[in-house]
């Protein structure tokens, strides 16, 4: 049992009154925590919510009427009346809390005082390749780990423990932000900034049966951090989730001593997951913005630069692999950039690369409409000044001297029969595509030097 000295637990909810209960109601059966230390807000809701705090005496409670605040004011108003020298953890209503699962999270913010916060992984009552599961907690057990925490690069809303030390050096969170999702990241990037880490605890779960983030959308808009976002940050989005597929073209044993160059690492989270799978790995970042760069740089060694002035310096070391993550597509000369990665890469060594498709179906139906709009994000992102194909890629590769060794494609969009209807019209249109090339959304690339380039 964890004392009601040590945690307060914070549930904003709006229009989810069954939810809060079952939250509630879980966690002081699974985890034996106390009325008195919960903090569960109304934002806004019609179905009863406040009605039923009112007649409530175990808990403290905040009832916004009209739902006016965002979620990091929220959480401000939260810390300022009811938390002391308490840690923090936010939960999400609809979150159902597993057996262990807050003490385990309890221990693992313990382990030292850099670790910020720490949060539990996430499941859901639904089939897994092929097997049912008649319950979380069957689930649980059969994916449970004896013990062990991978380092995280953001910081979930749906169920988050926050050390109180963290809570007062970053004097709360942002109230600019009116989203959960970005005040989150926001947070948790302003605690990197300060030598704090966060882990995902892999013997520790949440049940998710409800999304809460939906009523801020339908308040406030899906978008609307995004602005302040990019002024604070001078960053459109925050890529806090890495590229499995990309990383799975990482060919090395668990312990095994290699180095990695990710251009265009972003705030790093690439690289965080090949630290937390490659213990000896040598990770190395080069960023053009600032800002992330400072991220990442709690993660590899960073250089602030433009790959395409040409100009690294590594002071001799050559890598296994250089990682072109979404960033080829924003290059003026994306075939210069990796001719000239040759003289960064071992012999051996190894282009991966991730490259969004001009030639996906969404696309064509745009253009076939007469449109080629541009928008904030995807395949038709504003700041895309190169477009590929399948062909281009290849041949773009093979002009640079490489090989491709690998190559597969992730799909994007919902394949409808309209869709497959609109993809056969344009095979028929041509006498050199293949149906994949209609359905790849982004080509995901392994390429390695010629031979008879190696040899000059």
Known sequence: MIK??????????????????????????FSGLEESQFIVVDNGSGDGLGQWLSTQQGFDYMIFEDAAEGYAGI??????????????????????????????????LEEDEQTGAVCARMISNRSEEGKSFSSAAEYAALHAEPEGKTEILGLPYEGVLIRNEMLRELEGFDSQFLLPG????????????????????????????????????????????RPVLKQKWEMNYFNEYPNYMLLSFVEK???EEFSVLEIGCDCGVNLLRLKNEY???????????????????????TQVANIEDKSLD????????????????????????????????????RI??????LMHWSVMYQLMNGNFTYTDTGLLDRTHIHFFTFNE??????????????????????????????????LSLSNISEEFMFYAFQYIVSAKRRISDNCH
Do not use: W
């Open 4 to 29: 009601n000295t040590e945690m307060r637990i914070v549930i904003i909810a709006g229009n989810q009154l069954e939810a809060v209960k079952s939250t509630i109601e879980s966690a002081k059966v």
């Open 75 to 108: 959480l401000n108003e939260v810390i300022k009346q009811f938390v002391g020298e308490e840690d923090l953890l936010v939960l999400s209503p609809g979150l159902m809390v597993l057996p262990g699962c807050i003490e385990t999270l309890y221990d693992a």
């Open 182 to 225: 970005s005040t989150m990241v926001d947070f948790a990037f302003r605690g990197i900034k300060k030598n704090y880490r966060y882990y995902e605890v892999q013997n520790a779960f949440f049940y998710k049966i409800s999304d809460s983030e939906k009523i801020f959308f339908e308040k406030f808009g899906r978008d609307v951090d």
């Open 253 to 255: 044993e668990k312990e």
């Open 279 to 301: 213990p000896n790995v040598q990770l190395y970042g080069v960023e053009i913005n600032a800002g992330a760069a400072e991220i990442a740089s709690h993660i590899a060694q």
């Open 314 to 349: 590594f002071a001799g070391t050559r890598f296994d692999y250089i990682i072109f993550g979404d960033v080829l597509e924003h290059l003026r000369d994306p075939e210069g950039t990796i001719g000239y990665c040759k003289s960064l890469l071992k012999e051996d060594g």
């Open 352 to 357: 991966l690369a991730c490259i969004p498709n």
């Open 393 to 426: 890629i290849v041949s773009m590769f093979q002009r640079a001297g490489y090989e491709i060794d690998q190559m597969t494609y992730t799909g994007g969009g919902q394949i409808t029969e309209d869709v497959r209807a609109f993809v056969n019209k344009l």
